[in-house]
């Protein structure tokens, strides 16, 4: 079982930047995708951002591209979403998640973010 922790959270002022860390308790880490998600209040979870297994490929949603950055220390069993330029559309739960085979399969428990206008 794949246990994800995040961390990093907070309130930000619009323009300004958080690094959001998720460890990973089991081995498993290294052969698995990991991504972030988020939530907004009164919507649905939407995909932020997905690392493959080595970190080489890497995908982002249109509305982060070029602000956000995804990176794995898979030697750590940690994942990063390193947000700049954040905006208060921002604002949302944020989730770490991991694959097993092709689907989303393990979940953190969320970090808050919040961005100030």
């Known amino acids: 079982q794949v246990q994800l922790v995040e961390s990093g959270g907070g309130l930000v002022q619009a323009g300004g930047s958080l690094r959001l860390s998720c460890a990973a308790t089991?081995?498993?880490?290294?052969?698995?995708?990991m991504g972030w998600f988020r939530q907004a209040p009164g919507k649905e979870r939407e995909f932020v951002a997905e690392?493959?297994?080595?970190?080489?490929?890497?995908y982002y949603a249109d509305s982060v591209k070029g602000r956000f950055t995804i990176s794995r220390d898979n030697a750590k069993n940690t994942v990063y979403l390193q947000m700049n330029g954040l905006k208060p559309e921002d604002t949302a739960v944020y989730y770490c998640?991991?694959?097993?085979?092709?689907?989303?399969?393990?979940w953190g428990q969320g970090t808050q973010v919040t961005v100030s206008s």
């Open positions: 998640a991991a694959t097993s085979g092709s689907s989303w399969r393990f």
């Open positions: 089991e081995r498993t880490f290294s052969s698995s995708a």
């Open positions: 690392s493959g297994y080595s970190g080489g490929t890497t």
